[in-house]
Each structure stands twice: as structure tokens, then as C-alpha cells.
């Protein structure tokens, strides 16, 4: 990969309740979706620091696999 591309692109990152807000579901569906992992699923990151995690998706992830999902 570029190294200058990945110098000027962002990476942005939302969290749990973001992703739920944007795919119009309950924060317990984008859960469930987590613990059963459908293809194609975003990968989670942890962002948070300590013993309590902090799930992050990237939005670009997130985007792509709501696409996936549209009916037409």
C-alpha cells in the first residue's frame, strides 16, 4: 500500500451505538450480529483503555456492509 495515501487518509472509526443509529436497529440487534458474526460483518476494534471495552467499527466497513444488505 501507499504510504502517502495512508499519511492523508483518515481513518474514522464509530462506535456501537453509531452503527446501530445508521442501520436503524437496537443497540441488542448490532450486538446480536456480533456474537454471531455474518459474512461479511464489520470488524470490531478496541479503542478504549482499561478492563471495560470499547468496540469501534470503521465507518467505511460499516457503510460497505450496509450496501451489502440493501434489498434493491
Not at 33 to 48: K, N, Q, S, T, V
Amino acid at each position: 500500500m501507499d504510504n502517502s495515501r495512508l499519511s492523508t487518509q483518515r481513518i474514522q472509526f464509530i462506535t456501537v451505538e453509531e452503527f446501530a443509529g445508521m442501520a436503524r436497529v437496537s443497540r441488542r440487534t448490532i450486538d446480536r450480529y456480533r456474537r454471531a458474526r455474518p459474512d461479511g460483518f464489520p470488524a470490531e476494534y478496541d479503542l478504549g483503555r482499561g478492563l471495560v471495552p470499547r468496540p469501534r467499527f470503521k465507518l467505511e466497513e460499516v457503510e460497505r456492509w450496509l450496501d451489502s444488505r440493501a434489498l434493491w
